[in-house]
């Protein structure tokens, strides 16, 4: 049955592709956003890649007038409001709508600002540390599933690929879609202060309760990144984020 339902940053990557989803499912969707400067840019209006169809209110989820009024008719909430760096991250979301020359966001992102801009990927340790890097059309089919699977009110799942990749092999990968395959990794030998070693999820309860499938593999969402990255400027900032970190001492 169709629902009316909000998700708290609707305007970001996830959110907006979550809305893409449910309106395609026949849903109504409501987003509370407040364009936050750091993903919009400053004096920004509402982002070209948001459908047209989704009802944008610009407001801040810290301002409960604002939240009133957006819950009103809700029958559903998605809270993907968040200030969001590569730090606070848990796993990287591979897919477009993240900004390229952003060096906060995810490390595919980096590595492909880095390589396109004729320079090596710079990676913390030893590049043997694994991560998982998950699709957002499968963040959107879990965050889907949970909305239509019964009785699944008040659990949590962990959503990711199931797949475990070191970042050097994740840069190559990134090298070889872009046609750079001779742009080898730079590994620094660097720690940053407060990373995990190895990141990955148990998506099992996912699979077996929601159904969830993840679907799209690590090489088939870099070359999805590719195709978009094509007539994209690629701004290489990661020197000056580098600085920064190492300024607050959070690099060692
Ligand atoms: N993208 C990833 O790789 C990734 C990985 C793991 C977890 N997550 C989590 O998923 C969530 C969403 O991530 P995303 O990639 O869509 O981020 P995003 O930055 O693209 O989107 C977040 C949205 O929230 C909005 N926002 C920020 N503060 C707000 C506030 N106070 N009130 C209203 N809106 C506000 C921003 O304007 C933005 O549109 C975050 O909690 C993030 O930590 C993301």
């Not at 699944?152 to 990749?165: D, L, M, P, R």
């Not at 660097?190 to 099992?204: E, L, Q, T």
Request: proline share 4%.
């Amino acid at each position: 049955m169709s629902k009316h339902i909000l998700i708290t940053g609707g305007a970001g990557f996830i959110g907006s592709h979550l809305a893409d989803e449910l309106l395609t499912r026949g849903d109504r969707v409501r987003a509370l956003d407040n364009l936050s400067p750091q993903v919009h840019g400053f004096n920004c209006s509402r982002p070209s890649y948001l459908h047209p169809d989704v009802e944008l209110i610009v407001g801040d989820v810290r301002n409960p007038e604002a939240v009133r009024k957006a819950l009103k008719g809700i029958d559903a909430v998605y809270h993907f409001a968040a200030v969001v760096g590569v730090g606070q991250s848990m796993y990287e979301i591979v897919n477009y709508r993240q900004a390229l020359s952003n060096p906060y966001t995810g490390v595919l992102a980096i590595f492909a600002s880095r390589i396109l801009n004729n320079n090596p990927p710079l990676i913390f340790e030893d590049g043997y540390q694994l991560r998982d890097f998950v699709s957002v059309s499968d963040v959107v089919q879990a965050c889907r599933l949970a909305l239509e699977v019964p009785g699944v009110t008040g659990s949590v799942f962990n959503i990711a690929s199931g797949q475990q990749h070191t970042v050097r092999e994740a840069a190559a990968k990134m090298a070889k879609v872009l046609g750079k395959e001779q742009i080898q990794p730079k590994i620094t030998g660097n720690y940053r202060v407060g990373d995990v070693r190895h990141c990955f999820a148990d998506i099992s309860l996912a699979q077996s309760i929601l159904g969830y499938k993840p679907r799209v593999k690590l090489e088939d969402g870099l070359i999805e990144l590719a195709g978009w990255l094509e007539g994209q400027v690629a701004h290489d900032r990661v020197a000056e984020a580098r600085e920064e970190l190492a300024a607050r001492g959070l690099t060692v």
